[in-house]
């Protein structure tokens, strides 16, 4: 199984909502990250997680609040959103943290409208 | 500055033909370039990884080739299907142990019957 899921595939929030993402992996992968992707755009990494430990965040807004209850589970609080925050999310994981020449495996992503 | 540039930026055309997307990197210390095909609305999906002493990577109809002296790289697409509409992504990772891709702005690849 070479799979990660997301949930949910769309959400629409409003700016004064809390809304969670859910991402998922079951290959035993120690290296799980947050992307935010705009249209036309590559993807940006906002977050990763190294043995479940915050390792990377790079300089994101509070409003984005990771979690990594376990090995498996990622998520990502949503609080307080900006229409500028409408985009693509991406969650990745990687076998071992620092990627060296392992695959990085994307899940299909969430698309957050912030209305 | 860390920098990876693709061209074209978008590219049309038929099914059963042949086409060549360009990477060009200025990214130090060079680890490995990856080629990812994303669909639009989906998450990017891995064709290959390339590290500098490696030239030529395949997978099927897919064939990366690297050039690190003159930090270039191409992804030959053969007998183009449609199925093969989608963005293709130049990717390089800075350094052996890091997290951090620098990633290309994508070529838009349509292939039209």
């Known amino acids: 199984d070479t799979e990660v899921t997301q949930t949910p595939k769309h959400l629409v929030m409003g700016m004064t909502n809390k809304k969670s993402l859910k991402c998922e992996q079951h290959m035993g992968h120690r290296a799980m990250y947050w992307y935010k992707q705009k249209a036309k755009k590559p993807p940006e990494l906002m977050f990763v997680?190294?043995?479940?430990?915050?390792?990377i965040n790079e300089s994101v807004p509070s409003r984005f609040s990771p979690e990594c209850p376990n090995s498996s589970l990622l998520n990502l609080h949503l609080h307080a959103l900006q229409p500028e925050d409408s985009a693509l999310y991406l969650c990745?994981?990687?076998?071992?943290?620092?990627?060296?020449?392992?695959?990085?495996?994307f899940g299909p992503g969430t698309r957050l409208t912030v209305t | 500055k860390n920098q990876v540039e693709q061209s074209p930026q978008s590219l049309i055309i038929l099914e059963g033909k042949n086409c060549t997307l360009q990477c060009n990197y200025t990214v130090s210390p060079f680890s490995n370039l990856r080629w990812y095909k994303q669909d639009t609305g989906r998450g990017p999906v891995s064709l290959t990884i390339?590290?500098?002493?490696?030239n030529t990577k395949s997978n099927g109809r897919y064939t990366a080739t690297l050039d690190a002296d003159t930090k270039q790289s191409s992804l030959h697409i053969t007998a183009s299907q449609l199925s093969d509409s989608a963005s293709y992504i130049c990717?390089?990772?800075?350094?052996?142990?890091?997290?951090?891709?620098?990633f290309g702005t994508g070529t838009r690849l349509q292939v039209f019957p």
């Open positions: 390339m590290t500098f002493s490696e």
């Open positions: 997680y190294s043995y479940e430990k915050l390792s």
């Open positions: 990717v390089v990772s800075a350094g052996y142990n890091t997290d951090k891709l620098i």
């Open positions: 990745a994981s990687s076998q071992v943290p620092g990627l060296r020449e392992y695959e990085q495996y």
